[in-house]
């Protein structure tokens, strides 16, 4: 056998070394959210939460391996199901992770308005993990624009005088609601002006998204600026009407949910809100200038008689003219 024959196994041997050398390198990479296991832990990546609605989409029977046909635990011994498992928050409700009558818009509406949370699931950008950032559909492949038509996730009647109103959303989604509304977009209600300086992160009141300072324009504190918008017809789009007012002031103006009242000292005083001390025909400020359209909130505390509010029929304050 000549000395180059001899040579051949050794050779042979030091390639398939090599090889194996490569393949254990590569087991050792980085490992990034598309792997389901950290090889150097043997736990899922970091950002799995966020992450696994997709892959478990993709392909269900990959979490199976691990965590049994039913998700319940399987060799890994934790359930999917688990209320809590170090400090995150699983599908405790089941797979959906939803409580039944989830559909009905007063539950999910209602949840979704919520400060952002995973137990108990609430907040837009919650919703968005599995709905998607556009809540197009996401990983979960339910789309909400086919409920809420073009105006996903808020219902297409959101405005303070809808059932599903949104004043009552926390501020905390404000990131979420930036999105679509940042600088005033796709809002009916004008731009603030000014608008807030570059960078500010999106918050309800300091003018990045649809609402000033306070939600109204620079100047609003002059009774001539809020007093004309008080007295006129409701209109949400223009913040006019007694009734508007009180979707962020409260039913009596003393604060709801904006806790700006209306009846401090330096503005109406403690007892003549809405409108000033002075309302009688011979005020600067008269109440015959007030569109009759806002009767049934001066019924609050005028009405004198039954029947459907109106400044002429014996209701509140005037007959029949």
């Not at 504190?221 to 409260?250: E, M, N, R, V, Y």
Request: glycine share 10%; proline share 8%.
């Amino acid at each position: 056998m000549s000395p180059r024959t001899k040579k051949r196994p050794y050779s042979l041997l030091f390639l398939c070394f090599t090889v194996i050398l490569i393949m254990i390198a590569a087991c050792k990479s980085t490992p990034n959210s598309r792997s389901l296991i950290n090889p150097d832990t043997g736990k899922h990546a970091t950002d799995w939460v966020s992450a696994h609605p997709s892959h478990y989409v993709a392909d269900p029977g990959q979490c199976s391996d691990c965590h049994g046909t039913d998700l319940k635990g399987g060799i890994s011994g934790v359930s999917c199901f688990s209320a809590d498992f170090s400090g995150v928050a699983c599908h405790a409700l089941g797979p959906a992770g939803h409580p039944a009558n989830w559909a009905v818009p007063s539950e999910h509406g209602t949840a979704a308005k919520g400060a952002p949370s995973r137990v108990p699931i609430t907040g837009f950008s919650v919703c968005a993990v599995c709905h998607g950032s556009d809540f197009n559909g996401g990983a979960v492949g339910m789309n909400c624009f086919t409920c809420h038509g073009g105006s996903a996730p808020h219902p297409t009647a959101w405005m303070p005088t809808s059932t599903y109103q949104h004043n009552t959303t926390d501020t905390a989604n404000a990131a979420t609601c930036a999105l679509c509304h940042l600088n005033g977009l796709n809002s009916p209600v004008p731009s603030p002006n000014p608008a807030a300086p570059a960078g500010t992160a999106p918050g309800c009141f300091n003018s990045t998204l649809c609402h000033g300072v306070v939600g109204h324009a620079a100047g609003w504190d002059l009774p001539d600026q809020h007093g004309a918008h008080a007295k006129a017809a409701p209109d949400a789009s223009t913040t006019s009407g007694f009734s508007i007012c009180q979707t962020c002031h409260g039913n009596n103006f003393t604060g709801g949910t904006s806790l700006q009242t209306c009846l401090n000292a330096n503005c109406h005083g403690s007892a003549a809100s809405p409108h000033p001390a002075a309302w009688s025909p011979d005020s600067t400020y008269r109440h015959n200038t007030t569109n009759q359209a806002n009767a049934p909130v001066c019924a609050l505390c005028h009405r004198q008689n039954t029947g459907t509010a109106g400044c002429f029929n014996n209701t509140l304050c005037h007959g029949n003219p």
